[in-house]
């Protein structure tokens, strides 16, 4: 079992910067790719980035590709998405999900993710 609490989140001008955090108990974190999600008021969930249970693949969803930076500490079962330049068509609702232990490549569909957080609120004011 994974459990993940996200933090990080606020308000920020455009232009801003946010570091959103994703800790995670459980002995097998290490084993999962582990995806950020968000969410908009009327807007279904959508992926925003993700990275490989070895931190060494990531992926990004072309509105956040090269703004965002998603990485991960093992050592310390922690996954940080790195927010620049942000926009206010980023504010939602930020879910830090995990697929299950040993499932091959990372995912960006929402229902691949097996563990979710409870969600960071980020708004970007124009």
């Known amino acids: 079992q994974v459990q993940l609490v996200e933090s990080g989140g606020g308000l920020v001008q455009a232009g801003g910067s946010l570091r959103l955090s994703c800790a995670a108990s459980g002995r097998t974190f290490s084993s999962s790719a582990v995806g950020w999600f968000r969410q908009a008021p009327g807007n279904e969930r959508e992926f925003v980035a993700a990275?490989?249970?070895?931190?060494?693949?990531?992926g990004y969803a072309d509105s956040v590709k090269d703004r965002f930076t998603i990485s991960r500490d093992n050592g310390k079962n922690t996954v940080v998405l790195q927010m620049n330049t942000l926009k206010p068509d980023d504010t939602a609702n930020y879910y830090c999900a995990a697929r299950r232990p040993y499932a091959i490549g990372i995912r960006r569909v929402p229902n691949e993710y097996d563990y979710w957080g409870q969600g960071t609120q980020v708004t970007v004011s124009s």
């Open positions: 990275v490989s249970a070895n931190g060494g693949i990531t």
